[in-house]
């Protein structure tokens, strides 16, 4: 579903993406790892033409054409802060993209359609005319995950989807991850730090080191890869290839 070539990336003289090559298989859960600042969220951004590649190449099946908004109505996304916005009850923050655009619909069915993504991720209708500031940090989370999927999407970006959260309700949400992704049949790419959410949602994973990719493969093969960086990431080790920045 998305292919990574080649990609570079550099702001002035940090050198980000360093030739970046991944496939993305569609219909799966590919998670992608690494420490901070090895350009887990620059490829994001480059996927959603918020960054322009140096050099290389990123191609999503079936992307051909002009249409920007078109395009990105095939992307849904759980950003990492939640991000949602203030001044709009819950259900206008579900149904934003259903409000405007290309993707608008009429307000009552547009508010339908919110009442349930908000059900199927666990939260009743009576949460849709409250403010993101009435609600746990944990029932925000489940605001913008029925967010990424009101427009059935067929491609979803997770941003470190559990920062913030106790492990309980981490594991509430990577439980609906893993259950929405496969009922809707969607491709998923998420970025994160936290191995318990790369066992429970992935099919797949690719390490992300020093701008490229170190390793990648299925989930279940991560523990006996024999990648020295892998193993060293994975268990959370501060001896091994990787330096810790101190």
């Not at 934003?96 to 339908?112: H, I, Q, T, V």
């Not at 666990?122 to 029925?146: H, N, Y």
Request: proline content about 5%.
């Amino acid at each position: 579903m998305i292919r990574f070539d080649d990609v570079h990336k550099s702001f002035g003289p940090k050198k980000v993406l360093r030739g970046m090559t991944l496939e993305v298989p569609k219909g799966e859960s590919m998670v992608i790892i690494g420490g901070s600042g090895t350009g887990k969220s620059v490829a994001l951004k480059c996927v959603l033409g918020l960054i322009r590649p140096d050099s290389g190449t990123i191609t999503v099946e079936g992307g051909e054409g002009r249409d920007r908004d078109a395009f990105l109505a095939r992307f849904g996304m759980l950003f990492q802060g939640g991000a949602l916005f203030d001044s709009l009850p819950v259900w206008q923050n579900v149904a934003f993209r259903l409000l405007r655009g290309s993707l608008k619909r009429p307000r009552d069915e547009a508010k339908a359609i919110a009442v349930e993504k908000l059900r199927r991720v666990g939260l009743k209708p009576d949460v849709a005319d409250l403010f993101p500031a009435e609600l746990s940090g944990g029932m925000q989370k489940r605001v913008g995950l029925a967010r990424a999927i009101c427009a059935d999407p067929e491609i979803i970006f997770f941003d470190e989807p559990t920062t913030g959260l106790d492990p309980i309700m981490a594991g509430v949400i990577n439980e609906l991850i893993r259950e929405i992704v496969t009922e809707m049949g969607a491709t998923a790419m998420t970025i994160t730090h936290d191995m318990t959410s790369v066992r429970a949602i992935a099919d797949r994973v690719a390490m992300l080191h020093d701008g490229v990719i170190q390793w990648t493969g299925p989930v279940g093969q991560m523990d006996t890869s024999g990648d020295p960086y892998l193993d060293q990431f994975i268990h959370g080790r501060a001896e091994g290839p990787i330096e810790a920045v101190r």
